[in-house]
């Protein structure tokens, strides 16, 4: 990884990490809500794929057994 790619992908990041913070993705009311958890969820399956986003209620990725219960 180039020192760009790697600068690009830590920026990305602190993107992602402050969306997460913002009301929009806190608020599923408010009218960018949709949009930044659309951006956060893309972010993570790029990231870590298969696994549940950081944070999420759905933890079948972690026990497959539980699915459908």
């Known amino acids: 990884?180039?020192?760009?790619?790697?600068?690009?992908?830590?920026?990305l990041k602190a993107e992602?990490?402050?969306m997460m913070l913002?009301?929009?993705?806190?608020?599923?009311?408010h009218p960018r809500h949709k949009f930044i958890s659309k951006r956060v969820r893309e972010y993570?399956?790029?990231q870590n794929p298969g696994e549940p986003e950081e944070g999420s209620k759905d933890?079948?990725?972690?026990?497959?057994?539980?699915?459908?219960t």
């Open 59 to 68: 933890n079948s990725a972690i026990n497959p057994t539980t699915k459908g």
């Open 1 to 11: 990884m180039t020192a760009d790619n790697e600068y690009q992908e830590l920026e």
């Open 22 to 29: 913002s009301p929009a993705y806190k608020n599923a009311n």
């Open 44 to 46: 993570f399956e790029t």
């Open 16 to 18: 992602i990490e402050e």
